[in-house]
């Protein structure tokens, strides 16, 4: 009887222990996303975005999440998988087919052509460093009404 209570303890402090590093890591998630607008400072050096396609896949699909890493432009290479904003609206994360001095030559790991922006300082935003898959379908996951019944 005595061993059943103090299991019952036990596993009460390992769910309680679970339960807040998840809701750390939650708000570090809040945290990332809230400070990543394109010319936002980002969050200790962080951004991270939904992916919207599934032009990178094997490496990402669409529905996952990529934490990028504020590395300086000048110390991307060829192969690196960095992400830019052509334009106002578009937030795209592509990997570096060729540096020149006009700026990085972009293509999608699963498109056929190179991109048609050529990056520049201005438009870039950070190295991919992680990619968690389907995080980026949390939120529509969690407005279905079906989860809350």
């Not at 962080?46 to 890493?69: E, H, R, W």
């Not at 498109?111 to 992680?130: S, W």
């Amino acid at each position: 009887m005595r061993k059943t209570v103090v299991m019952k303890k036990v596993i009460h402090i390992l769910l309680n222990i679970l339960g807040t590093v998840l809701i750390i890591i939650v708000l570090i998630g809040i945290l990332v996303n809230v400070n990543s607008a394109p010319k936002g400072k980002g969050f200790f050096g962080y951004k991270g975005y939904t992916v919207l396609s599934n032009s990178m896949q094997p490496i990402f699909s669409a529905g996952d999440y990529v934490v990028d890493k504020m590395v300086a432009y000048d110390e991307i290479k060829k192969g690196d998988v960095v992400s830019y904003y052509p334009d106002d609206y578009t937030i795209v994360t592509h990997r570096v087919k060729e540096v020149t001095p006009q700026g990085f030559i972009m293509q999608g790991d699963a498109n056929n052509a190179q991109d048609a922006f050529t990056v520049t300082k201005d438009h870039y935003i950070g190295k991919m460093v992680l990619v968690i898959p389907l995080l980026g379908r949390l939120p529509e996951l969690l407005m279905n009404p079906i989860l809350w019944c």
